[in-house]
């Protein structure tokens, strides 16, 4: 169950940005891509957990599912790709590279801001 | 909590040479996980899809920061600093990834014991209990580290990073790293490894690679274990090549079985040009 971890790591990053400005995360916004090697369903189960009681306990998720693309270096073609290695449906050629499908990562974070005046408000009270 | 899983437990990571003690506050390798919560409870009323309601006198606004940021950014940038030490030693640094009871360590007694004379070997071993698999390194006479990770279910870099200063591996070493048992999880933790080899025994099925190919596509090589049971199992080796070669066509296949060394000369012959002691003709 690595995404336990991943969870986690995902809520640190957030816990830095929130802190270097501030703020409240609002929306956490993620790209995980088909061949990233995580699967969604295990991290939907475990982020519950992972986010209690941090800087993302309120804030609203969202996952934006990257499907597999491949490109060939022989005939360029392009094509969906369901698996690391895979061959060129256009010309059959096995030198193709993975373009799009392993990412895994905090794509935007937004934020709630204080102003200097609201600080000064929150500290006073 | 522990870190790695998020169980509320007293089982810690640990890190242990055989007859050593265990410490009354022991290594726990996920510090960098704790987090500070205040940021949170500064906050009035809980609730964020909103602006101006929580505080009459506050002028709050949102803001969207296009991060980019890879979640495993971390492990991977202390595993460079792992690669940049291994490089730095000329250490040929080996990550050994695959399902329990593969024969990992059978492998590396042998690999210990038969190409003493040749190179130094370090191990760390990962496991979530016991000291057993150090135990049987260090009676095959190399220097060992065994990493606990409790209830976590890989090792990552930062956990490695701990082990070599440790383990202390001297210039022009072979370090093993004996991940735990597990045929998915340390697939996505970059340990900083100069080549990964996942290790598969015909008493598993033969479409492993298929119904496991991140760790498949991820490995340099795969070693098929066992070979000397093929009589008694239902493994169609000629089958688990084809599997391994759709999955991963550039990766190299050695097939061995550590009890009886039948097929170890390939491994050592690997390991000898990996090292650049001498060259497969």
């Keep these: 169950m690595h995404e336990f971890s991943i969870a986690l790591s995902i809520v640190e990053i957030a816990d830095e940005e929130a802190k270097k400005a501030n ?12 061949l990233s090697g995580v699967e969604l369903d295990a991290l939907n189960f475990v982020w519950e ?34 698996q690391f290695f895979s061959q060129c449906p256009a010309c059959s050629s096995m030198m193709t590279t993975l373009t799009r499908g392993r990412e895994l990562k905090v794509k935007a974070i937004t934020l709630l801001t204080r102003t200097k005046e609201n600080l000064k408000l929150t500290t006073e009270n | 909590m522990c870190a790695t899983c998020g169980c509320e437990t007293t089982d810690e990571i640990k890190l242990l040479v055989p007859g050593e003690q265990e410490a009354k506050t022991p290594d726990h390798v996920h510090n960098h996980h704790d987090h500070d919560h205040n940021q949170a409870q500064t906050h009035d009323n809980g609730h964020h899809n909103h602006t101006h309601t929580h505080d009459p006198h506050a002028h709050s606004h949102t803001v969207t920061l296009d991060l980019e940021r890879d ?10 600093r792992n690669r940049g030490f291994f490089e730095a030693r000329n250490i040929l640094a080996l990550n050994l990834v695959s399902s329990p009871g593969s024969g ?35 009676s095959a006479g190399a220097p060992v580290v065994q990493v ?13 990073y701990r082990a070599i200063k440790k383990l202390n591996p001297k210039e022009e070493a072979v370090l093993f790293i004996e991940n735990v048992g597990n045929l998915v999880c340390p697939s996505l933790f970059d340990l900083g490894e100069s080549q990964r080899v996942v290790i598969m025994s015909v008493t598993e099925g ?46 190299e296949i050695i097939q061995v079985s550590a009890t009886t060394e039948h097929g170890l000369e390939a491994w050592y012959a690997w390991l000898k040009q990996k090292k650049g002691i001498e060259h497969i003709g």
């Design chain 2, 206 to 251: 033969e479409d492993k690679p298929l119904k496991y190919p991140t760790m498949f596509e991820t490995s340099n090589v795969c070693i098929i274990n066992k070979t000397d049971l093929l009589p008694y199992v239902q493994f169609d080796i000629e089958k688990a090549v084809s599997y391994l070669k759709q999955v991963n066509p550039v990766m």
């Design chain 1, 23 to 34: 703020a409240i995360v609002e929306k956490i916004e993620l790209e995980i891509g088909e």
């Design chain 2, 71 to 80: 979640v495993l950014q971390k492990n991977n940038l202390l595993a460079e």
């Design chain 1, 49 to 82: 957990a992972a986010v209690k009681n941090s800087v993302l306990a309120e804030a609203e998720k969202n996952i934006r599912i990257i499907k597999g693309e491949a490109s060939c270096l022989d005939c360029g073609h392009q094509y969906p790709a369901l």
């Design chain 2, 148 to 160: 606990n990770t409790g209830k976590g279910c890989h090792l990552d870099s930062d956990m490695i």
């Design chain 2, 104 to 138: 990992k360590t059978t492998l590396l007694e042998k690999t210990i014991h038969n190409l003493a004379g040749d190179m130094d070997f370090y191990i760390i071993e990962g496991d979530q209990q016991t000291m057993n698999d150090a135990n049987r390194i260090a």
